[in-house]
Nanobody, 123 residues
Framework: QVQLVESGGGLVQAGGSLRLSCAAS????????MGWFRQAPGKERGLVAA????????YYADSVKGRFTISRDNAKNTVYLQMNSLKPEETANYYC????????????????WGQGTQVTVSS
């Protein structure tokens, strides 16, 4: 089983920045796509960003392109999400998830999830 622990959430003003971290346990961390999802009240969970095992490929939702950066440090079994210029509508619980060993980004491809970390952006 893979265990994921997110951290770095909190309260920020609109236009501010946060850096989320996700620490993973288990072997072969570098073999797996990792993703960040978010879910706001009353909305479905959506993929924000993803990164392939060695960082060769990345994906960003259109709404966050140019503002968010996903990265990973495989030596530390950790994936990050740098979020800049945050907007109030991005208030949500942010989840880290483990994907597959191939570039598959459908939610069903992410089998292991963290507990989430709350991000609140005030206006």
């Amino acid at each position: 089983q893979v265990q994921l622990v997110e951290s770095g959430g909190g309260l920020v003003q609109a236009g501010g920045s946060l850096r989320l971290s996700c620490a993973a346990s288990g072997r072969s961390f570098s073999s797996y796509t990792m993703g960040w999802f978010r879910q706001a009240p009353g909305k479905e969970r959506g993929l924000v960003a993803a990164i392939s095992g060695t960082g060769t490929w990345t994906y960003y939702a259109d709404s966050v392109k140019g503002r968010f950066t996903i990265s990973r440090d495989n030596a530390k079994n950790t994936v990050y999400l740098q979020m800049n210029s945050l907007k109030p509508e991005e208030t949500a619980n942010y989840y880290c998830a483990v994907g597959s060993t191939t570039w598959r980004l459908h939610p069903a491809s992410f089998a292991s999830w963290g507990q989430g970390t709350q991000v609140t952006v005030s206006s």
